[in-house]
């Protein structure tokens, strides 16, 4: 940038024509560039927009004043940060919590032999085996289950037992025929 | 945001405590707008509008009431802290000379030159459209050259 483009920047500057960032490459330029005599001017005028934009409201007691007009007092503001004080501990329960759940997911992705396969086929190979593995043994289970059929023939010999009860319900008759000899000869 | 409507209010007003008092009533209409807030595109658009408004309203009750407090005839003014800061006096003067300017001419020098709002944004703000905007820049930033080109004839050339 020298000098005559800055002189003609500054002449669409007058005319309210430059964009913003023209603007701020003329501040730039006037801030830093050793500036000739008949740009002078434009230099301290673009420091003071500079400084300008700096100023503060000066109130220190702005904010309270504030505050106290709106009926909100400093009392409110603090019960609220006290009742946020402590909610802390929570704050700090919920955090560990959410910090376990994390390293547990963590660990267990992070295991090398999780028993899952990445690739659908051999998944559905190992699948396919391990249930042919499980009904064959069902199979041999099914046969030795045939041994049941002979108990339920046993329990049909059973049946005869009741003939023995009957047996015994006549031998208590005998018995009580016993007590009363015993009676007798005492 | 405290700082850029006081600082708009003080190139309004010219006076500190009431540019001060205009920052607060500004907020206090946000506070009372609580709810209605979320429909404004821009809150700080919105708040730089009341606080020009009220600043005019401002000046127009005291023009009433005064009729010979003219743009010439501004009070000394009480320093910002930033202001006591830039002690030298090319920074004094331009101020003085901007608050010189019309109300509308100083309004657009505040809001382009020292905040740097778009033309669009202030065209908004300002109720306006965009040329106005410019063309008022372009009056405001020429007066300011000539009078600042007239102080330093004045001064190297001798009483």
Redesign the interface.
């Known amino acids: 940038m020298n000098t005559q483009d800055i002189e003609r920047l500054i002449g669409k ?5 430059t964009t ?1 960032k023209e ?1 701020e490459l003329l501040k730039y330029w006037f801030s830093n560039e050793e500036v000739p005599e008949q740009l002078a ?2 230099k ?2 673009f ?3 500079d ?9 220190p007691e ?1 904010d309270r ?2 505050l106290d ?2 009926g909100i007092s400093e009392e409110n503001v603090q019960n609220k940060s006290g009742m946020l004080r402590r909610l802390y501990p929570a704050f700090g329960i919920a955090a560990s919590i959410v910090l376990l759940i994390g390293v547990y997911f963590i660990f267990q992705t992070q295991q090398p032999n999780t028993g899952t396969y990445d690739d659908p086929e051999i998944a559905y190979a190992e699948a396919k085996r391990v249930l042919l593995q499980v009904s064959g043994n069902l199979n041999t289970g099914m046969d030795e289950l045939s041994n049941v059929k002979s108990m339920s023939k046993a329990v049909d010999e059973l049946d005869n037992l009741e003939m023995l009860d009957n047996g015994i319900k006549e031998m208590k008759k005998i018995s009580i025929l016993d007590k009363s000899k015993q009676m007798i000869t005492q | 945001m405290k700082h850029k409507l006081f600082r708009l209010a003080n190139r309004l007003l010219r006076n500190i405590p009431e540019a001060e008092d205009v920052v607060q009533e500004v907020f206090i209409r946000l506070w009372n707008r609580r709810d209605k807030l979320t429909q404004y595109k821009s809150l700080e658009a919105f708040s730089v509008t009341i606080t020009k408004n009220l600043c005019l309203d401002r000046l127009k009750s005291k023009r009433n009431k005064t009729d010979e407090l003219t743009e010439q005839n501004v009070k000394p003014e009480r320093l910002t802290p930033a202001k006591a800061m830039e002690l030298n006096d090319s920074y004094r003067m331009i101020n003085k000379l901007i608050n010189r300017l019309p109300e509308q001419q100083r309004l657009i020098i505040q809001m382009r030159d020292i905040e740097g709002y778009e033309h669009a944004e202030i065209a908004e703000m300002l109720n306006t459209n965009e040329n106005a905007v410019r063309v008022n820049l372009s009056r405001a930033r020429k007066k300011i050259r000539d009078d600042m080109q007239k102080q330093y004839n004045y001064e190297y050339t001798g009483h």
């Open positions: 500057y007058e005319q309210g024509q913003a603007e001017i434009y301290e005028i420091a003071f927009y400084a300008a934009s700096e100023e503060e409201l000066p109130d702005f004043k504030l007009t709106l």
